[in-house]
Protein backbone atom coordinates (compact mmCIF):
# COMPACT_ATOMS: atom_id res chain seq x y z
CA UNK A 1 0.00 0.00 0.00
CA UNK A 2 1.25 3.77 -0.88
CA UNK A 3 0.72 6.45 1.70
CA UNK A 4 1.94 9.97 2.23
CA UNK A 5 3.85 10.37 5.76
CA UNK A 6 4.67 13.93 7.70
CA UNK A 7 5.78 15.20 11.28
CA UNK A 8 3.97 17.54 13.17
CA UNK A 9 2.59 18.58 16.54
CA UNK A 10 0.12 21.36 17.72
CA UNK A 11 2.88 24.09 17.17
CA UNK A 12 1.87 23.82 13.38
CA UNK A 13 -1.81 22.88 13.71
CA UNK A 14 -2.51 25.21 11.12
CA UNK A 15 -0.43 23.91 8.41
CA UNK A 16 -0.89 20.03 9.23
CA UNK A 17 -4.42 20.88 7.98
CA UNK A 18 -3.77 22.62 5.33
CA UNK A 19 -1.37 19.90 4.32
CA UNK A 20 -4.40 17.45 4.98
CA UNK A 21 -6.80 19.39 2.53
CA UNK A 22 -3.87 19.49 -0.50
CA UNK A 23 -3.43 15.91 -0.28
CA UNK A 24 -7.27 15.26 -0.15
CA UNK A 25 -7.71 17.55 -3.24
CA UNK A 26 -4.80 16.36 -5.35
CA UNK A 27 -4.28 12.95 -3.96
CA UNK A 28 -7.94 11.95 -2.68
CA UNK A 29 -8.27 8.60 -0.66
CA UNK A 30 -4.49 8.59 -0.59
CA UNK A 31 -3.80 7.29 3.09
CA UNK A 32 -1.73 9.45 5.81
CA UNK A 33 0.18 9.13 8.39
CA UNK A 34 1.32 12.08 11.27
CA UNK A 35 4.09 10.89 13.04
CA UNK A 36 4.31 12.79 16.11
CA UNK A 37 7.24 15.36 16.98
CA UNK A 38 6.55 15.17 20.76
CA UNK A 39 3.41 14.61 22.73
CA UNK A 40 1.73 17.92 22.50
CA UNK A 41 -0.85 16.63 20.05
CA UNK A 42 -3.79 17.08 21.33
CA UNK A 43 -5.24 19.53 18.88
CA UNK A 44 -4.13 17.83 15.53
CA UNK A 45 -5.94 14.59 17.40
CA UNK A 46 -8.63 16.24 16.94
CA UNK A 47 -8.02 17.50 13.69
CA UNK A 48 -7.39 14.22 11.98
CA UNK A 49 -10.92 12.77 14.16
CA UNK A 50 -13.27 13.32 10.74
CA UNK A 51 -10.13 12.32 8.34
CA UNK A 52 -10.73 8.31 8.42
CA UNK A 53 -7.52 8.32 6.09
CA UNK A 54 -5.55 9.76 8.76
CA UNK A 55 -3.79 8.02 11.19
CA UNK A 56 -1.37 9.34 14.06
CA UNK A 57 2.14 7.02 14.76
CA UNK A 58 2.23 5.58 17.84
CA UNK A 59 4.25 3.10 17.95
CA UNK A 60 6.79 4.08 20.90
CA UNK A 61 9.26 0.96 20.49
CA UNK A 62 9.78 1.95 16.53
CA UNK A 63 10.20 5.80 17.75
CA UNK A 64 12.30 5.12 20.52
CA UNK A 65 14.76 2.62 17.69
CA UNK A 66 15.00 5.65 15.58
CA UNK A 67 15.67 8.32 18.81
CA UNK A 68 18.37 5.87 20.00
CA UNK A 69 19.90 5.97 16.52
CA UNK A 70 20.21 9.32 16.42
CA UNK A 71 21.73 9.79 19.93
CA UNK A 72 24.37 7.17 18.06
CA UNK A 73 24.83 9.96 15.73
CA UNK A 74 25.12 12.88 17.35
CA UNK A 75 27.22 11.15 19.99
CA UNK A 76 29.65 10.86 16.50
CA UNK A 77 29.13 14.37 15.05
CA UNK A 78 30.25 15.79 18.98
CA UNK A 79 33.58 13.83 18.78
CA UNK A 80 34.59 14.39 15.03
CA UNK A 81 32.82 18.17 14.37
CA UNK A 82 35.76 20.58 14.90
CA UNK A 83 33.86 23.38 13.42
CA UNK A 84 30.91 24.53 15.79
CA UNK A 85 32.49 25.93 18.93
CA UNK A 86 31.59 24.49 21.82
CA UNK A 87 29.16 26.97 23.23
CA UNK A 88 27.38 26.88 19.96
CA UNK A 89 27.31 22.81 20.23
CA UNK A 90 25.51 23.29 23.91
CA UNK A 91 22.63 25.55 22.01
CA UNK A 92 21.90 23.64 18.87
CA UNK A 93 22.47 19.93 20.40
CA UNK A 94 19.17 18.51 22.51
CA UNK A 95 16.42 16.60 23.43
CA UNK A 96 14.01 18.67 20.66
CA UNK A 97 16.70 17.50 17.91
CA UNK A 98 15.87 13.89 18.75
CA UNK A 99 12.13 14.70 17.98
CA UNK A 100 13.01 15.38 14.47
CA UNK A 101 14.05 12.01 14.14
CA UNK A 102 10.75 10.44 14.76
CA UNK A 103 9.72 10.94 10.99
CA UNK A 104 12.12 8.16 9.93
CA UNK A 105 9.90 5.54 11.86
CA UNK A 106 8.25 5.95 8.56
CA UNK A 107 10.55 2.95 7.75
CA UNK A 108 8.51 1.10 9.87
CA UNK A 109 5.37 2.10 9.27
CA UNK A 110 2.07 1.42 7.74
CA UNK A 111 3.00 1.88 3.95
CA UNK A 112 4.74 -0.41 1.83
CA UNK A 113 5.93 2.41 -0.14
CA UNK A 114 5.64 6.18 1.22
CA UNK A 115 6.45 9.96 0.34
CA UNK A 116 7.21 11.89 3.29
CA UNK A 117 6.14 15.19 2.80
CA UNK A 118 7.25 18.15 5.61
CA UNK A 119 4.45 19.66 7.58
CA UNK A 120 5.75 23.06 5.68
CA UNK A 121 4.61 21.68 2.50
CA UNK A 122 1.62 21.87 0.29
CA UNK A 123 0.80 19.04 -2.33
CA UNK A 124 -0.65 20.70 -5.24
CA UNK A 125 -0.35 17.97 -8.01
CA UNK A 126 -1.36 14.10 -7.92
CA UNK A 127 1.70 12.32 -7.36
CA UNK A 128 1.64 9.10 -9.32
CA UNK A 129 4.16 9.81 -11.08
CA UNK A 130 6.45 9.77 -8.06
CA UNK A 131 5.25 6.58 -6.99
CA UNK A 132 6.25 5.87 -10.44
CA UNK A 133 9.68 6.43 -10.47
CA UNK A 134 10.08 3.89 -7.16
CA UNK A 135 9.62 1.19 -9.83
CA UNK A 136 13.45 2.04 -10.91
CA UNK A 137 14.85 3.72 -7.99
CA UNK A 138 15.37 2.80 -4.26
CA UNK A 139 14.46 6.33 -3.51
CA UNK A 140 13.15 9.42 -5.40
CA UNK A 141 13.36 13.23 -4.69
CA UNK A 142 12.37 16.52 -6.47
CA UNK A 143 14.41 19.73 -5.94
CA UNK A 144 17.69 21.68 -6.44
CA UNK A 145 19.83 21.13 -2.95
CA UNK A 146 22.18 19.54 -5.22
CA UNK A 147 22.98 22.63 -6.17
CA UNK A 148 24.10 23.69 -2.61
CA UNK A 149 25.71 20.60 -1.18
CA UNK A 150 27.48 22.96 1.84
CA UNK A 151 23.88 22.59 3.82
CA UNK A 152 24.17 19.24 3.89
CA UNK A 153 27.87 18.38 4.21
CA UNK A 154 31.51 19.85 4.81
CA UNK A 155 32.06 20.55 1.39
CA UNK A 156 35.94 21.36 2.29
CA UNK A 157 36.90 17.74 4.07
CA UNK A 158 39.03 15.72 1.84
CA UNK A 159 37.15 12.89 3.32
CA UNK A 160 34.16 13.65 1.74
CA UNK A 161 35.50 13.20 -1.60
CA UNK A 162 36.79 9.99 -1.18
CA UNK A 163 33.63 8.65 0.66
CA UNK A 164 31.31 10.25 -2.43
CA UNK A 165 32.63 10.44 -6.06
CA UNK A 166 32.16 14.05 -7.93
CA UNK A 167 29.16 12.91 -10.11
CA UNK A 168 27.27 11.38 -6.95
CA UNK A 169 27.72 14.81 -4.50
CA UNK A 170 26.11 16.65 -8.04
CA UNK A 171 23.72 14.38 -8.98
CA UNK A 172 22.52 12.48 -5.22
CA UNK A 173 21.87 15.17 -2.68
CA UNK A 174 18.27 16.10 -1.85
CA UNK A 175 16.38 18.09 0.40
CA UNK A 176 14.89 16.22 2.99
CA UNK A 177 11.34 18.09 2.52
CA UNK A 178 9.98 15.65 0.13
CA UNK A 179 11.20 12.13 -0.45
CA UNK A 180 9.73 9.10 -1.75
CA UNK A 181 11.15 5.39 -0.78
CA UNK A 182 10.02 2.01 0.78
CA UNK A 183 9.69 0.55 4.31
CA UNK A 184 11.86 -1.87 6.04
CA UNK A 185 14.76 -0.42 3.64
CA UNK A 186 17.15 0.07 6.47
CA UNK A 187 17.57 -3.04 9.25
CA UNK A 188 19.05 -2.96 12.74
CA UNK A 189 22.16 -4.46 11.53
CA UNK A 190 22.93 -1.75 8.40
CA UNK A 191 22.10 1.36 10.98
CA UNK A 192 24.73 -0.14 13.20
CA UNK A 193 26.97 0.02 10.31
CA UNK A 194 25.92 3.45 9.45
CA UNK A 195 26.37 4.56 12.92
CA UNK A 196 30.09 2.60 13.61
CA UNK A 197 31.54 4.21 9.98
CA UNK A 198 30.01 7.74 11.56
CA UNK A 199 31.62 7.49 14.53
CA UNK A 200 34.76 6.12 12.56
CA UNK A 201 34.73 9.69 10.81
CA UNK A 202 32.50 9.87 8.38
CA UNK A 203 30.28 12.42 11.09
CA UNK A 204 32.61 15.40 10.09
CA UNK A 205 31.14 15.44 7.07
CA UNK A 206 28.07 16.20 8.18
CA UNK A 207 26.94 19.76 7.84
CA UNK A 208 27.55 20.68 12.05
CA UNK A 209 24.56 22.94 12.79
CA UNK A 210 21.72 21.19 9.98
CA UNK A 211 19.69 18.61 12.06
CA UNK A 212 18.22 15.64 9.59
CA UNK A 213 18.66 17.07 6.70
CA UNK A 214 22.72 15.91 6.46
CA UNK A 215 22.21 12.59 8.41
CA UNK A 216 19.12 11.16 5.82
CA UNK A 217 21.42 12.40 2.53
CA UNK A 218 24.38 10.42 4.31
CA UNK A 219 22.10 7.47 5.27
CA UNK A 220 20.69 7.13 1.67
CA UNK A 221 24.23 7.76 -0.19
CA UNK A 222 26.24 5.59 2.25
CA UNK A 223 23.76 2.43 1.77
CA UNK A 224 24.35 3.45 -2.02
CA UNK A 225 20.76 3.49 -2.75
CA UNK A 226 19.91 4.48 -6.02
CA UNK A 227 18.40 7.73 -5.71
CA UNK A 228 15.84 9.22 -8.73
CA UNK A 229 15.76 12.92 -8.34
CA UNK A 230 13.05 14.01 -10.81
CA UNK A 231 14.14 17.75 -11.13
CA UNK A 232 17.21 15.84 -13.08
CA UNK A 233 15.74 13.55 -15.23
CA UNK A 234 12.46 15.14 -16.10
CA UNK A 235 12.03 16.48 -19.45
CA UNK A 236 13.84 20.33 -19.30
CA UNK A 237 10.66 22.12 -20.66
CA UNK A 238 8.60 20.26 -17.36
CA UNK A 239 10.38 20.83 -14.55
CA UNK A 240 9.60 23.01 -12.12
CA UNK A 241 10.89 24.89 -8.68
CA UNK A 242 9.16 23.98 -5.24
CA UNK A 243 10.48 26.74 -3.28
CA UNK A 244 8.57 29.69 -1.54
CA UNK A 245 11.53 31.83 -2.58
CA UNK A 246 10.92 31.52 -6.12
CA UNK A 247 8.69 35.00 -6.86
CA UNK A 248 8.07 33.57 -10.57
CA UNK A 249 5.46 30.91 -9.90
CA UNK A 250 1.62 32.11 -11.28
CA UNK A 251 -1.47 30.86 -9.61
CA UNK A 252 -4.45 29.67 -11.34
CA UNK A 253 -7.62 28.52 -9.92
CA UNK A 254 -8.50 24.56 -10.07
CA UNK A 255 -10.54 23.67 -12.97
CA UNK A 256 -14.48 24.14 -12.74
CA UNK A 257 -13.69 26.76 -10.43
CA UNK A 258 -16.95 28.83 -10.01
CA UNK A 259 -14.86 32.26 -10.70
CA UNK A 260 -11.87 31.83 -12.62
CA UNK A 261 -10.59 35.36 -12.14
CA UNK A 262 -9.89 34.20 -8.13
CA UNK A 263 -6.15 33.02 -7.88
CA UNK A 264 -6.57 29.39 -7.03
CA UNK A 265 -5.08 26.41 -5.06
CA UNK A 266 -2.65 25.80 -7.71
CA UNK A 267 0.92 27.47 -8.90
CA UNK A 268 2.34 27.10 -12.62
CA UNK A 269 6.02 27.10 -13.45
CA UNK A 270 5.62 28.72 -16.59
CA UNK A 271 3.42 26.36 -18.27
CA UNK A 272 3.98 23.28 -15.86
CA UNK A 273 1.72 22.83 -12.06
CA UNK A 274 4.07 22.39 -9.48
CA UNK A 275 4.44 19.73 -7.60
CA UNK A 276 4.48 20.97 -4.37
CA UNK A 277 5.22 24.05 -2.59
CA UNK A 278 7.66 23.95 0.44
CA UNK A 279 7.42 27.41 2.84
CA UNK A 280 10.88 26.77 3.58
CA UNK A 281 12.41 29.16 6.42
CA UNK A 282 9.47 30.43 7.61
CA UNK A 283 8.59 30.04 11.05
CA UNK A 284 5.60 28.38 12.16
CA UNK A 285 4.73 31.45 14.50
CA UNK A 286 3.59 33.06 11.18
CA UNK A 287 1.33 30.77 10.00
CA UNK A 288 -0.54 30.73 13.45
CA UNK A 289 -0.53 34.72 14.26
CA UNK A 290 -1.89 35.06 10.50
CA UNK A 291 -4.90 32.44 11.32
CA UNK A 292 -5.32 34.13 14.32
CA UNK A 293 -6.03 37.18 12.38
CA UNK A 294 -2.53 39.11 11.85
CA UNK A 295 -2.29 41.10 8.39
CA UNK A 296 0.96 39.55 7.91
CA UNK A 297 2.66 39.12 4.28
CA UNK A 298 4.47 36.24 2.93
CA UNK A 299 5.34 34.60 -0.68
CA UNK A 300 1.92 32.34 -1.85
CA UNK A 301 0.19 33.48 1.82
CA UNK A 302 -3.18 33.21 0.48
CA UNK A 303 -2.84 29.99 -1.41
CA UNK A 304 -1.82 28.76 2.16
CA UNK A 305 -4.99 30.71 3.34
CA UNK A 306 -7.02 28.62 0.76
CA UNK A 307 -6.62 24.98 2.00
CA UNK A 308 -5.97 26.15 5.25
CA UNK A 309 -9.68 26.95 5.58
CA UNK A 310 -10.94 24.73 2.48
CA UNK A 311 -13.30 23.12 4.38
CA UNK A 312 -14.20 25.78 7.13
CA UNK A 313 -14.40 28.85 4.98
CA UNK A 314 -16.17 30.32 7.80
CA UNK A 315 -13.83 30.35 9.52
CA UNK A 316 -11.00 32.57 7.01
CA UNK A 317 -10.20 35.20 8.96
CA UNK A 318 -10.44 38.88 7.24
CA UNK A 319 -7.80 40.48 7.51
CA UNK A 320 -7.83 43.90 8.23
CA UNK A 321 -5.55 47.11 7.29
CA UNK A 322 -2.21 46.66 4.94
CA UNK A 323 -0.38 44.03 4.89
CA UNK A 324 2.58 44.12 6.98
CA UNK A 325 5.67 42.39 5.92
CA UNK A 326 6.56 39.36 7.96
CA UNK A 327 9.88 39.90 10.18
CA UNK A 328 11.69 36.77 10.55
CA UNK A 329 14.39 36.28 13.12
CA UNK A 330 17.26 37.00 12.03
CA UNK A 331 18.94 33.30 11.47
CA UNK A 332 15.73 31.93 9.82
CA UNK A 333 15.62 35.17 7.28
CA UNK A 334 18.89 34.47 6.29
CA UNK A 335 18.14 30.87 5.77
CA UNK A 336 14.93 31.83 3.38
CA UNK A 337 17.41 33.75 1.61
CA UNK A 338 20.22 31.58 1.16
CA UNK A 339 17.55 29.06 -0.30
CA UNK A 340 16.88 31.60 -3.14
CA UNK A 341 19.85 30.07 -5.22
CA UNK A 342 17.97 26.20 -5.18
CA UNK A 343 14.94 27.98 -6.85
CA UNK A 344 13.97 27.79 -10.29
Known amino acids: MDGICTLAND ?29 QV ?10 PQVQLYDDRDSLDRWEDFFRQVETARQQWDSHTPAADKDQIRGNSRYHRFRRFAAFDGPFDRFLYLDGDTLLL ?7 AALDQADWVVYDFQHKDPGHVYQVQSPRLHQRFSPDRLATEIFCSGFYATRRHLFSDQQLASLAQALAEGDAELLHPTAVDQ ?12 NICNLALTLPADQITGCCVTSPHFRPQPLSGSPDPTVPGPVLYDKNNRLTYLHYIGLSSRLFARLCQGENLD ?16 HDRPILQ ?23 R
Do not use: W
Not at 32 to 38: A, F, G, S, T
Not at 42 to 51: G, K, L, P, Y
Not at 321 to 343: C, D, E, T, Y
Open 11 to 39: AIYDQLVALLNSIEVHAPGMPVCVYPYND
Open 42 to 51: ERITAAIADR
Open 125 to 131: KEVSGVF
Open 214 to 225: PILNYMAMASNL
Open 298 to 313: FPYRDIFLDYRYLKTP
Open 321 to 343: GKPRLSHQPPNLFKRALRKLKLS
